[in-house]
């Protein structure tokens, strides 16, 4: 299959709402489907519209299809401890079916590529313990920072 990734376009609302909030899609993974909201998934996608908000996204299309098979989410910010932004890649995801072919690899290039326009001079992501196979891409795209994720106590979410 041949893959195509570029920016999110308004056209794609419906088929990344699919793979966002949809069946088998990336917030099921999470178990957090009581979370997030119609009015979350519509701020979220709005803001990757907007030119003045550093919030984006990249999606990965089948060439032969069309079709949204995953997307990559980003956000720049300041650091106190560079004069450039540095990129939080949020949230990765490869529909079921077209796991394992590179797609995810792309993405995360994609993400560097974006994060170098975009002016940012390092680009950094979170992933679970327990999330191995998302790991076993990190290793070969990723170095591990050493740090440990702490939350403000009933936060659900980060
Ligand atoms: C994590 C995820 C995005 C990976 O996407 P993917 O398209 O399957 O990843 P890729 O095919 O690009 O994998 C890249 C590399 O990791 C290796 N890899 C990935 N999963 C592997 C597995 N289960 N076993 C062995 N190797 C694996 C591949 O061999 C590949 O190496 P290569 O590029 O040198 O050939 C996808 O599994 C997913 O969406 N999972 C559910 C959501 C999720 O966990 N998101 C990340 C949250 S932090």
Not at 8 to 37: C, H, M, Q, R
Request: proline fraction near 3%; charge should be neutral; charged fraction near 20%.
């Amino acid at each position: 299959m041949s893959v195509t990734i570029r920016a999110i376009e308004a056209k794609d609302k419906e088929e990344w709402v699919n793979l966002w909030t949809g069946p088998n899609g990336y917030i099921e993974f999470y178990g957090s489907s009581n979370i997030i909201t119609p009015e979350i998934t519509n701020t979220t996608f709005d803001r990757f519209l907007n030119p003045n908000d550093p919030t984006y996204c990249n999606v990965a299309v089948n060439s032969e299809t069309g079709k949204l098979i995953g997307f990559a989410t980003y956000l720049t910010h300041r650091n106190t401890w560079t004069v450039e932004d540095t990129c939080y890649l949020n949230d990765l995801f490869v529909c079921e079916s077209n796991r394992l072919g590179g797609v995810g690899r792309k993405l995360i290039e994609s993400v560097y590529k974006s994060a170098d326009e975009l002016n940012c001079k390092n680009t950094y992501w979170l992933t679970q313990f327990h999330n191995h196979r998302a790991q076993m891409l990190y290793t070969k795209v990723g170095v591990k920072a050493g740090f440990l994720v702490y939350a403000r106590p009933n936060n659900n979410y980060l």
